[in-house]
């Protein structure tokens, strides 16, 4: 299964984040964390140094990474959800890089994963919808896995 610090690993490699950069983008979703901190959270699981980064954390991490390439929002810091679903992580990643729906598709191709309009679009609908879908590990892996063939440039 994904997890959070592997969710963070994947963000910073893919857009090549210094530490102080990361505890900015903490700070600006309205966490204020420290390298210390910062490092136990890069850890993977089953280093001794590795504590799994809460989800009110990640989403604190995740609204920064908006902030910083959308700008802040008219009603101030949001609050970080002390529950974060696959579904919200994609949200978030859709949101903070500006992604419409035939981008992601085309990320997600990077990865030889495909997926059409409809289903994607079920992935971003409120819960309570009947035609929403739960966004299951390996289709957030697959995004990620995209996102570092979209955007790192060797």
Not at 22 to 34: I, N, P, Q, R, T
Not at 59 to 74: E, H, M, Q, T, W
Request: with cysteine; glycine share 6%.
């Amino acid at each position: 299964a994904i997890n959070n610090n592997d969710i963070l690993r994947r963000v910073r490699y893919v857009f090549d984040f210094s530490d102080p950069m990361m505890l900015s983008l903490f700070k600006l979703g309205g966490y204020e964390g420290s390298k210390a901190e910062l490092i136990t959270w890069l850890a993977r699981e089953g280093e001794a140094n590795f504590v799994l980064c809460e989800d009110v954390n990640l989403a604190s991490f995740l609204n920064g990474l908006i902030i910083k390439n959308r700008g802040p929002s008219d009603d101030g810091t949001p609050e970080p959800e002390t529950f974060l679903s696959n579904n919200s992580v994609f949200r978030k990643l859709k949101i903070a890089l500006s992604l419409q729906a035939d981008e992601i598709i085309l990320i997600l191709k990077l990865s030889e994963f495909t997926m059409s309009k409809h289903e994607l679009s079920a992935l971003f609908r409120r819960p309570d919808h009947k035609n929403y879908r739960q966004c299951l590990d390996q289709v957030l892996r697959n995004f990620l896995d995209g996102m570092e063939k979209h955007y790192r440039k060797n």
